[in-house]
């Protein structure tokens, strides 16, 4: 069987509460989903799919191609099931490949034991096929091989995608607490934001919220920053499909001549990164960085945009009291600053969020880590405002 062409279930996964946007990306690259779950989408393709899935999405996490599916209750079943397949099929000679999992059943205690009963099975196999022994570790540096166990249901794939695709590859320097660049996106396209209209981001932190909107905006795809994927560690890989791929994302790439994107931020270390990790991008000259308090960010007042702020959300009990004046000057700017606009407050405190003093339009359900968090949505009027132009699609 030759994974490049040959059909078979692909699981893409993504972070909780981010499938609605995951389901639009993968549905406007030309898939049919054939079902959607919790942390992610189910479809129907071959690996050469998946090169554009992992080149296109913004919102994935893991690109999984499924080998097989089998009953499992113990760790010695995993192992009796994956010794007979046909490994020397799969992974080239030499080679070096690493096992991730995703378990849950009651005979494991630990994940890491399944993951070397699936190690020893594929190393067993590949022994006695070629009568060498292939190199495994945990770097996600070649091919990929993961386990979904549940219960007593087991299905093994081909991790396509290596390293999480929910990191895009342009940010060199995090700072502190960022957001991930897959939730980042998620956020900007639940939005009103047509693309073309100012997207303000005062509090911009390391730039992640801005830089993301800059590349939605010249659909700039994730696979232009990075140049490792697992899918190219894979028996019968063939480089001129991938760069063909990667041809057709330049060429997608547009230009928005009059797009204003105003980034702002009081430390003069964060807009330093975040020029850095923006250069790092390729769209540093798209993005308006400035060293301020957020109440004096820039408010362009020819065009209604959205105005975004992603707030610290007080983890320690000192904080709360200094960000409860932080959230009422957030509404206090939104009302004297960004009317005709539409405010939005990403936030894990829905307590501080009350000291906003707005009623929010649209809470919109998102994690960040373990932590429950909305995307408060506030139309902001001044004087009559004018019906607000249609919204995209996501991609």
């Known amino acids: 069987m030759n994974v ?6 692909v699981i893409i996964t993504c972070h909780k509460r981010i499938v609605p946007y995951l389901e639009q ?8 989903l054939e079902e959607s779950f919790v942390t992610g989408v189910r479809l129907f393709a071959s690996v050469n799919d998946c090169i554009k899935l992992n080149l296109n999405l913004r919102c994935a996490s893991q690109v999984l191609y499924s080998l097989k599916s089998f009953d499992a209750h113990n760790a010695d079943d995993i192992y009796r099931n994956l010794v007979g397949y046909t490994w020397e099929n799969i992974l080239p000679d030499p080679g070096y490949f690493s096992v991730t999992s995703n378990v849950n059943n009651e005979t494991i205690n630990n994940s890491m034991f399944a993951n070397l009963r699936v190690k020893d099975a594929i190393v067993d196999r590949l022994r006695e096929k070629r009568g060498t022994r292939p190199s495994t570790g945990s770097e996600l540096t070649g091919a990929v091989i993961h386990l979904f166990w549940k219960n007593e249901s087991a299905e093994i794939f081909i991790d396509t995608s290596g390293d999480s695709l929910a990191r895009h590859g342009y940010r060199k320097i995090p700072g502190l607490a960022p957001m991930l660049e897959a939730l980042a996106a998620a956020t900007i396209y639940a939005t009103r934001w047509d693309r073309v209209s100012p997207f303000i981001n005062p509090m911009c932190g390391s730039g992640t919220v801005a830089i993301e909107a800059a590349l939605i905006a010249t659909n700039k795809r994730p696979g232009l920053f990075r140049t490792n994927y697992a899918f190219m560690h894979v028996k019968g890989y063939d480089e001129s499909v991938y760069l063909k791929e990667k041809e057709l994302l330049q060429k997608q790439i547009i230009k928005v001549p009059d797009l204003r994107i105003i980034a702002t931020d009081y430390s003069d270390k964060a807009i330093e990164n975040a020029k850095k990790n923006a250069d790092a991008a390729g769209i540093a000259t798209m993005i308006e960085f400035k060293v301020c308090d957020f109440t004096l960010t820039e408010i362009p007042q020819d065009a209604n945009g959205i105005m975004f702020v992603n707030p610290e959300y007080g983890e320690r009990l000192g904080d709360v009291a200094a960000l409860e004046i932080t959230y009422a000057k957030i509404g206090d700017f939104m009302k004297q600053k960004c009317g005709g606009y539409f405010g939005y407050v990403f936030t894990g405190n829905l307590d501080l969020a009350k000291k906003i003093g707005l009623k929010a339009k649209r809470r919109i359900e998102f994690y960040t880590s373990t932590i ?16 607000p132009k249609e919204i995209k699609d996501v991609v």
């Not at 490049?4 to 279930?9: A, C, N, Q, R």
């Open 4 to 9: 490049y062409t040959t059909k078979s279930t």
């Open 25 to 32: 990306e993968v549905k406007a690259l030309g898939f049919e």
């Open 372 to 387: 429950d968090c909305r995307l408060l949505e506030y139309e902001l009027y001044k004087g009559s405002r004018a019906v």
